[in-house]
């Protein structure tokens, strides 16, 4: 991915030099890095490994997920603590991931503990079992699983 992204701003570095102006313009060199995301995109085969915009693209979308989980969950956290009567039931529980590298599961307990209502406790030593406390294990339990399941999707598309 990073040879890709320098071979990218070598093309746009040569369009810039091989244009007929006196002085550089960053419209000039924007140019050349297009035209250059156009070549390694039809050559990016020969390279055996995944065009790099695609995973920058990847990690757009896993940022956008979070930031809109992360929405969610603290309008759900907002809602149950301005209600005049606290009817919550927290709870432990436990999830096994699909996720096997360090940064993958790190990533993914970064993410759950960063949201509101639900807090990473302890990863087992395996590193598959998660130990999640929820802040109402009735009602966001079901939440939390499901935005578990998109974190690690979109994990999986940014690492793999």
Known sequence: MAMQ???NLFIATLWL????????QFSTFLMGFVVGIGILYAMHRFY???????RV???????????????????NVLKQITT????????????????????EITALA????????????????????FY????????SKDAVIRSIGKFEEAIMEVTR
């Open 48 to 54: 055996g490994t995944q065009f790099y915009l695609r």
């Open 17 to 24: 030099l091989l244009q007929d102006e006196i002085t550089p």
């Open 57 to 75: 693209f990847s990690i757009i979308k896993l940022l956008w997920l979070f930031n809109w989980e992360l929405l969610l969950s603290s309008y």
């Open 5 to 7: 992204f320098i071979l």
């Open 110 to 129: 970064l993410l759950l503990t960063l949201t509101p209502g639900s807090v990473v406790m302890e990863v087992s030593e395996e590193g598959d079992m």
């Open 132 to 139: 999640i406390h929820a802040m109402d294990i009735e009602q």
């Open 84 to 103: 005049p009567k606290l009817n919550i039931t927290p709870g432990i529980f436990t999830y096994k991931t699909k996720l096997n590298g360090d940064w």
